[in-house]
């Protein structure tokens, strides 16, 4: 796992843990992470409270974890500890994710989320837009499924 420093992976997870709501079943496990993070043109960012990377050693508030394709980048997964949303750290995760994947050459970018995910004003912010629906993606336990939606964006000059 030469791609990710183990304290690295701890503080996804912890960030992991603390922010997806259980009874949705969209957090990955550490192995799912471990081996997203071992496949090539897949990448990561890790927050601090005020968005911009941690010192060495510090927590994590917040990460990214993303995958590249030519000139195409999917955000897989974003997630900010809840004590700490609603102060800028996603929104500013999200620049950095756009940063990161035009310097890689990515002109478009895309993400899925769940249909009714509170983040769905958050992507829209910064000029996401949706472009399809997967009906009953997402399973969850014995509840109903729900649908997944899917966003783009223009990743050239924003």
């Not at 050693?57 to 004590?83: H, Y």
């Not at 895309?110 to 992507?123: I, Q, T």
């Not at 009906?135 to 499924?145: D, E, L, S």
Request: hydrophobic share 40%; proline share 6%; with cysteine.
């Amino acid at each position: 796992m030469s791609s990710v420093m183990m304290d690295d992976l701890d503080r996804i997870m912890a960030v992991m843990e603390a922010a997806f709501d259980p009874a949705f079943g969209e957090a990955w496990t550490r192995r799912q992470v471990e081996d997203a993070l071992a496949l090539p043109n897949t990448h990561y960012l890790l927050a601090g409270t005020d968005g911009a990377p941690p010192a060495p050693g510090a927590p994590a508030v917040g990460f990214v974890l993303s995958r590249g394709v030519l000139d195409e980048e999917e955000l897989l997964l974003i997630a900010v500890d809840p004590a700490c949303r609603r102060h800028g750290v996603g929104a500013r995760l999200i620049e950095r994710f756009a940063d990161a994947a035009r310097g890689r050459g990515a002109t478009r970018l895309f993400l899925e989320m769940r249909d009714g995910n509170p983040a769905e004003s958050l992507y829209l912010r910064h000029g996401f837009h949706r472009i399809g629906r997967r009906k009953n993606y997402y399973r969850r336990g014995q509840g109903q499924p729900i649908d997944a939606i899917t966003f783009g964006r223009d990743n050239q000059n924003n």
